[in-house]
């Protein structure tokens, strides 16, 4: 089991939030704070880079469901960068790939 971490910087789009170690039911509440935390603006993009995830079990999931709810709430965009490969085929097989932007890295995820 690996804490989770989570980053947090500002690019031209928007926020970006990157996510270390694993999203899983026992640190879900620390994404949900920080994502109650953020006032974005309509029009902005929230990045969820996920580079550094090394688990997501559908807690994580339901967190950044959640996450993408937030970005709606506030008429902004919200992309995930760096997928991993285990959660990459989860979002695909529950079809969550149509509805999440997908972007190789967070450079290409914040580019206007």
């Known amino acids: 089991m690996n804490p989770m971490r989570i980053t947090t910087r500002d690019a031209a ?6 996510i270390f170690g694993d ?5 879900v509440g620390e994404l949900r704070e920080r994502l109650t935390a953020l006032t974005l603006r309509p ?20 967190a950044l469901i959640a996450a993408r709810n937030h970005a709606d709430a506030f008429h902004a965009d919200i992309a995930l960068a760096a997928v991993p490969a285990n ?4 979002l695909r097989m529950v079809g969550l ?4 932007p997908l972007h190789p890295d967070s450079d290409a995820a914040t580019r206007p």
């Open 13 to 18: 789009t928007g926020p970006v939030l990157g």
């Open 23 to 27: 999203l899983d039911y026992t640190t």
């Open 43 to 62: 029009g902005q993009r929230l990045v969820l880079d996920l580079a550094g995830m090394t688990f997501c079990d559908s807690s994580g999931i339901t």
């Open 87 to 90: 959660t990459l085929r989860v």
């Open 97 to 100: 790939d149509q509805i999440f």
